[in-house]
Structure formats: C-alpha cells, structure tokens
C-alpha cells in the first residue's frame, strides 16, 4: 500500500474521499491515479482527466504570474499551501530564486503587516497568555505528534517592523517553509508557533479585526513563567524537538537564549543564525582579497540582537585564529541609537558591554567611520539610510574594498541599496543585504549583490541537529556552519560580486553545512543517533523531496 518511509511521518489512519482531497499533506488534486482514485473513494471528486506533476505546475506558475502584486502572490502561495503541500514545495523548490522574497523577506513582512486583514486559515499553533496551565493540551491538538523543529514567535521584533503581536505569525510560518525547501525537512515534522502576551502596537491595539490580546505586552515573571510553560509542553509533546527562537524584542531574546541555549535543543536565529550568515559573508571577502578575518575593523550600525550576535561570533573566529578575546573585541566597534557605544556611556544593556572600549562618545555615524577608519561596516539597525552617500564615499576612501553589509529587513529598512553601494564606491564596495536587491547595471559591469540572510544557515543546522538528535546547538555549529557556506562560494560567484552561493544551490549548501553540524554534535558527544558509516548519505537520504507518493 503506502510507501514505507513515507508512513513514519503520516498520520496513523489514512483518509479517504473528501477528506483525503481536503488534507493538504496527502492531496495530489488532479494528480491522483485512476487506481488512487477507485482505491479511495475519489471517482466523481475531481475532474475526469488525470493531470501530471507537471502540468500542475504549469497551472500554478500561470496563476502566480496572473497575480499583479506580491502581496496577492503571497496569498495565492499560501493558499496552495493549505490545499497541496507537496505541489507548493514543488514550485517552490524550482523556484526558489524567485519565490524567496515572496515567501519570505520582503513579502512575508507585508503579509505580517496585512496579517490579520487577509487572514485565510489559521496555520500553526497559537498559545496564548489567556490560556496559561494548558499549554500542554494545546501542543496535543496539533495533528503531527512526530514533530522535530519549532519555530516559535512572540511578534515583538517582526524583522525591522516592530511589535506586530500575533500577526508575527508568518514568520514561524515562512521560516519553516524555508527548512523545508531549502534542507529537506519534511513538512509534518514542522510546527509554527506565535505566543500571544499582548502587544504593545497601538494600531492593533485598536483594530476591530486583531485577534490577539489587546492589551500591553505582559512583562517580568509572569512573562518568563509562560515561556517556561511553553518549554515544558514541548518537552512532554514533542521530546527531541529543536526550538528556534525568532523576531523576540532585545529585552527578552538574550536572556531566553542564556537560560536555555544549555537546558534544551534550541538557538535564536536572529542572534546566532545571523551572526554565522554574516560571518560567512567576511570570510568569503577575506577569500576574495587574500586578506585575513583578524586584519578587519568591523563598526556596527545597531547593537541589538544582530548586531552583537556577529560581534560574538566574529571575537569567537578570531580566537581560533590566535588573537586574546579583548583584542578580538577591540576589532569590533557598535553605534546604536544613542551613538557610539564607549565606556563611559551609563546604562548599557549587557550585550554591549563587552564592546564598550575606551574611546570618546560621538554620535554621529559618519564622524565614527573617520575616526575608527572601519575596514567594514555592519548594518544592523532595523532603519533605513543609515549608510548615506557621504560615509559610503568616506569608506571608499579608507578602503580599496570597502565591504559594506546593509542587513536589515525588509528592503525599506535596509541601511542602503546595492545601487547606492556600488555607486557611491565607483564600483569597489563589497555589498550584501539581507533582503534581496535586483543585479546593478553601473560603469560597464553588472554586480550580483549577495543575500547576507540567516536563511543561508538555520535549514542546514536545523538539518544536522534533528538527523543527529543532538541535545544542543554549539556556537562551534556556527562557526562551522560560516565556514562551510563561505566555501561554497566560487570565482565566479565573487567576479560578479557576490560573496554568497547562488541560492539555487541552497539544498546541497544545507547539507554541507548538516554535514559539518552532524560531525560536531559527534564530536562533542551530543548526538542521540548512533554514528552512521556514512554521515553525508545519511543526512542526505532523510531529505525530503516534493514528489507525490503512491497511495496504492
Ligand atoms: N539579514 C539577516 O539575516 C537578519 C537581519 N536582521 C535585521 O536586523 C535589524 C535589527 O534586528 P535586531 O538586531 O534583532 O534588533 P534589535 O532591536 O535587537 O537591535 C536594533 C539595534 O539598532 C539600534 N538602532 C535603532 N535605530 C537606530 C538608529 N537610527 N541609528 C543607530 N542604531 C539604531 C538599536 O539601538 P538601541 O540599542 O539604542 O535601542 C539597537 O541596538 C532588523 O531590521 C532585522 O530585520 C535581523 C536578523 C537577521
Ligand atoms: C532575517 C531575519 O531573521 C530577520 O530579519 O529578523
Ligand atoms: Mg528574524
């Protein structure tokens, strides 16, 4: 009957007739064969002639293109989603290029903005505040009892556009979709999740139509205590599951990933899975250059989540390259919204402490660049036009290759664009962003800028943690994760100015980077599966691909 493997993940008892047509993870719509069709019960629910994979995605590609915003793409995506999951996979997967900045940034911002204007279907699971003491019997409603990766949001920090409260929930929604796409995890074992505690947004505060708490977000320990109500009714549901926090505000995502990172299987993605993109990103220049990662200057633009989740990493690489930890920190400099951070600046929240050197306060970002002369500057910031013609020109001054990473999301938060980046360099800057921009035509020569996005690594960690069942996820993971994604990039790839592999070698990127995570969680003897002879097959093998199955 139905095909081993396959079986492991599919509910127990199998559906059939309309209920097998109206569950997303097992309809092939016109897809399903004549001996399907009379095994099970489907004659006269569909039209009659069968159509192949294929020409369903010829159908799908021309209503995509019929759409004429991205907003309504997104919202048709979406809704083959909730019909046909293997078919969206499928058109995803092979489009991956194009689709990205649908389905996630820039797109998926606007859909959180819309979220609750073009709500459809609710996707995931949503645990609220007002539904404290029951977490446990919440997580038992989800129909997949063999979950493997979360994706949990509480909508404070939804990429550069704030507090967006339950709305935030297509980001655990669009990131899931990536470690599926881009890493092969197979949808059932995915759940999406947004903890609802309020929101501090006004606007939705007030909207008719929010269906979140509307009141202010709940803070202290009444906050911490429903976290750790989360945390234990994953643990009773869904025991090896790795839990990746995403888009929480600053006050809470460091202290969560303190509390945790060494209790269960979990990371923050916009701390540690940007952190390892973004270095990447440098070792990939230091490639190019022949240059060495301990030669840089790094000055931040932001010291929030992202900002010091590189700083840490990049102190962390330049230490296994020989240099102390204080002067390894002295490489790094942050600028944040009251201006540079130094030591005599009072009450800096923890996480910038390390980078609080001895120096005098500026604030003003352009004075800081010609100060500290910053081989790169960091974006990092959630504001738009940070970088301005002047301090990119002022880079361009100081450096032969000024590298120049604009990494807030989405597009109209980005610090600057790739036009503005080659251009106020005469062509020398190195650029990558975190949300895609469209190849620059300047000075005879095109540039490909490169997406410096933490999509490029949590599929492939993700990968490597749930086919080993590691118990944890090391900073050596994202180190690694960095190194291996930096050598995935070619000459050719660099000649046209891109410090990133094309994302249409994403799948093999994430199993390289499964590959190296697996090989750590051995060595450092945290993996719960026993070592197979062959690890890369082995992660390889459990990919999933969007192919139909036969059910007969
Ligand atoms: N490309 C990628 O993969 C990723 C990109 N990001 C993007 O990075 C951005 C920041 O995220 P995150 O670090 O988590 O957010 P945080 O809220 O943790 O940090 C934001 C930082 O920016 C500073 N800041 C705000 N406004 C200004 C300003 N006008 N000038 C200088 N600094 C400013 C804040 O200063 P202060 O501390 O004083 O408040 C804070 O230090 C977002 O746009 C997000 O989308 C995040 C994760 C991944
Ligand atoms: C990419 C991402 O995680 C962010 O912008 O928050
Ligand atoms: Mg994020």
């Known amino acids: 009957m139905i095909d081993n493997k396959y079986l492991e993940v ?21 897809a399903f064969t004549k001996e399907e069709r009379i095994a099970l019960g489907l004659r006269g ?7 192949t994979m294929e020409e369903q995605v010829e159908r799908v590609m021309g209503n995509y293109y019929s759409k004429t915003s991205d907003l309504e793409k997104y919202i048709f995506l979406i809704a083959l989603l909730d019909r046909n999951q293997t078919l969206f996979y499928r058109v995803l997967a092979d489009n991956l290029e194009e689709m990205l900045p649908i389905i996630y940034t820039p797109t998926v911002g606007e859909a959180c903005r819309e979220y609750v204007h073009i709500f459809r279907r609710p996707r995931g699971i949503f645990v609220s505040a007002n539904n404290k003491g029951h977490f446990s019997e919440i997580l038992r409603n989800w129909p997949n009892r063999n979950v493997k990766v979360i994706v949990i949001t509480d909508g404070e920090r939804i990429l550069g556009l704030g507090d967006l409260g ?4 297509g980001i655990p929604v669009g990131k899931l979709s990536l470690y599926i796409a881009c890493a092969g995890i197979h949808p059932s074992l995915c759940l999406p999740v947004t903890i609802d505690v309020g929101t501090n947004n006004c606007e939705l505060q007030t909207d008719p139509l929010y269906f979140g708490m509307q009141h202010q977000r709940i803070r202290g320990d009444e906050y911490d205590s429903l976290i750790e109500e989360f945390i234990m009714a994953v643990r009773d549901n869904f025991p090896s599951a790795l839990i990746q926090f995403e888009d929480f505000g600053n006050v809470n995502a460091f202290r969560l990933l303190q509390k945790y990172k060494d209790r269960i299987c979990m990371f923050n993605d916009d701390i540690q899975g940007t952190a390892s993109v973004a270095l990447a990103g440098l ?3 230091m490639r190019m250059n022949s240059t060495e990662l301990t030669d840089q200057k790094i000055l931040f633009l932001g010291a929030g989540e992202a900002g010091t989740g590189i700083g840490d990493l990049i102190v962390s690489a330049m230490q296994a390259e020989g240099l102390s930890q204080e002067d390894a920190r002295r490489k790094c400099w942050f600028y ?7 030591k005599d600046r009072e009450h800096l929240a923890e996480h910038k402490l390390p980078y609080a050197h001895e120096h005098k306060y500026i604030c003003d970002f352009e004075e800081a660049v010609k100060e500290l002369r910053p081989t790169a500057i960091i974006g990092v910031s959630g504001t738009a036009g940070g970088f301005t013609r002047s301090i990119i020109s002022e880079m361009a001054k100081i450096n032969e290759k000024p590298i120049i990473f604009a990494l807030s999301n989405p597009t109209s938060n980005a610090e600057c664009t790739a036009k503005e980046a080659y251009l106020w360099s005469e062509g020398r800057a190195v650029f990558a962003s975190g949300s895609p921009f469209e190849p620059v ?3 005879g020569k095109t ?3 490169g997406q410096g996005n933490n999509a490029y690594i949590f599929p492939g960690v993700g990968l490597g943690v749930v086919t080993t069942k590691s118990r944890h996820v090391t900073e050596e993971m994202f180190l690694e994760a960095a190194r291996t994604l930096a050598s995935q990039v070619s000459e050719d790839d660099f000649s046209c100015g891109n410090i990133y592999p094309p994302l249409r ?9 499964a590959l190296r995570v697996a090989e750590i969680a051995y060595d450092q003897g945290l993996a719960e599966v026993l070592r197979p002879d062959d690890l890369d097959d082995f992660i390889r093998s459990r990919m999933y691909e969007p192919v139909y199955k036969n059910y007969v």
């Open 336 to 342: 944040d919204s009251k201006g540079l951070v130094v």
């Open 166 to 169: 339950v709305a935030g929930m």
């Open 10 to 30: 599919l509910p127990f008892s199998f559906p059939t007739g309309v209920q097998l047509v109206n569950d997303p993870f097992l309809n092939k719509g016109t």
């Open 447 to 449: 540039f490909y800028p």
């Open 505 to 513: 070698n994403i799948r093999d990127v994430s199993a390289r980077i």
């Open 283 to 285: 070792y990939a220049v």
């Open 441 to 443: 035509h300047l000075f």
């Open 45 to 51: 629910l569909l039209p009659p002639r069968i159509n």
